[in-house]
C-alpha cells in the first residue's frame, strides 16, 4: 500500500514539471492533472492536510492578481506567477503568499466578465476532462458554457496548468520532507529518462567521466528501474565504476540465467556476490527494481543486492578504506563490451548506504513506474 507521503511526493513530481517549461497539455493530461489537484486540495479529507499534520509546514501559494494571460477576446487567465524555481518566484515581493482557504478562492480564469475560481476550475476541469462525470451534457449546462468551444477548452487548460505551478511552489517545502529521494549533496549521479524509456544494447551506452573528482566515498548505493531484454552472452554489463583508467571498482552484471551478479575490487579487496533468480527475479519486458548498496563496518563492509522483493546481503571482512570514482559507464564494462540490454527509466548513485533510505524510494518507484511484483 502506498502511503500518503509518497504519494504527495508523486504528485508534487508530476506539477512541478509546469513550472520552469512549457509543456504542450491537451484535455487529457488537463484531465489527469485536475485529479491530482482535486486530491491534493479538495478532497473530504485533503492529501496535504494528511500529511501536514505530522509535517507542519507553513503552505503559502503564490499568486500574482495583477497578470492576466489572453487566451481570445472573451477568455483570459489569471493570477500567473514567473518563475525560474519551483521554490520561489521571480519578484516575489508583488506576488501575494494565500493559505489554502484563501488561495482556493482566487480568480483563475475569466470567460466572457465571469470569473472562475481556482476551487471551480479544479472541479469542472475533473468533471469535463478528467472522468468524475461522463455526462458532458449535464456537465454543460451546470456551467453554462460549451467546454468544446476551442478557446474556452484552452482557457481552462491553461488554468489549470497555471493551477498546478502555483500548487507545486506552495507545497514544494511538504514535498521535499517527504522526499525518498536523497539530499542533492550524497547523490553524485541521477539518469532519469523521463518521460520516455532509453533502449541500451551493445552498440548503446551511456559515459560519464569525474573529471573533478570531487567524490571520495566508502559507501554507496545503486537504484535503478529498468526492463531486461533477451541476451546472447553469458554475463551481461549494467553498470560499471573504474576507481581510476585501469582500475575496475564493482561491476553489476547479469547472467543468461537471470542471476544479478556483483563483482567488487575496491581498495584491492576482490568479492563476487550473486543474486540467484530461482525463476522469477527477471521477467523480460517487465520493469524490475534493482538496488545495490555497499556500507562500511568495523571490521569491512556489508554488500545488499536486490530485486524486487528478492533481497541478499552478505558481510565481508577487510580493511576497504575510500574509493574516489573516476568513470561510470551504463550497459558496458570497462572495456565497453559484453553491454546489458536494457529499457532503462531511472538510475541514482548514492553516496551512502541507509536501509531506509532504499526502502523509501522502493515504494516511490513501486507508485511511478507501476511495478508489479
Known sequence: ???????????????????????STDAIDAGQLSLRLRRLLLDSSPLIHIVNRTKKRKLHFPYQPRIKENISDRVSVLGNVETNDVAKPINANSVTGHSLKSFLQQDILEIDGCKHTVRTV????????????FDF??????GGLDPAAPDVAQGYIGAICTIAKLVSIGIHDLANACSPLPPYDDCFGHFSSDPGVIDFDSNHLLEVIYED?????????????LEMKPQQVDESVLFTMQSGPDQEAFKI?????????????WTDNQNRMILHDHGKVRPIGKKIFLAISIEPTDDGITISMQINANRKEQSVIGNFGKMIPYRSIL????????????????????????RQQIQGYQQYAYYRYSLDY
Not at 451534457?137 to 451546470?142: G, P, R, Y
Not at 552484471?253 to 575490487?265: A, H, R, T
Open 331 to 354: 550497459a558496458a564494462d570497462s572495456e565497453n563490451k559484453n553491454g546489458c540490454g536494457v529499457r532503462l527509466f531511472e538510475l541514482m548513485l548514492i553516496s551512502t548506504a541507509d
Open 137 to 142: 451534457s449535464s456537465a454543460q449546462l451546470e
Open 213 to 225: 573528482q570531487k567524490y571520495t566515498i566508502d559507501a554507496l548505493t545503486v537504484l535503478a528501474v
Open 253 to 265: 552484471s547479469f547472467s543468461y540465467d537471470g542471476e544479478l551478479i556483483l563483482d567488487l575490487n
Open 1 to 23: 500500500m502506498i502511503n500518503a507521503e509518497i504519494a504527495l511526493f508523486a504528485d508534487w513530481s508530476e506539477l512541478k514539471k509546469y513550472v520552469t517549461s512549457v509543456r
Open 122 to 133: 479544479i472541479k469542472e476541469v475533473a468533471n469535463r476532462f478528467g472522468g468524475v462525470h
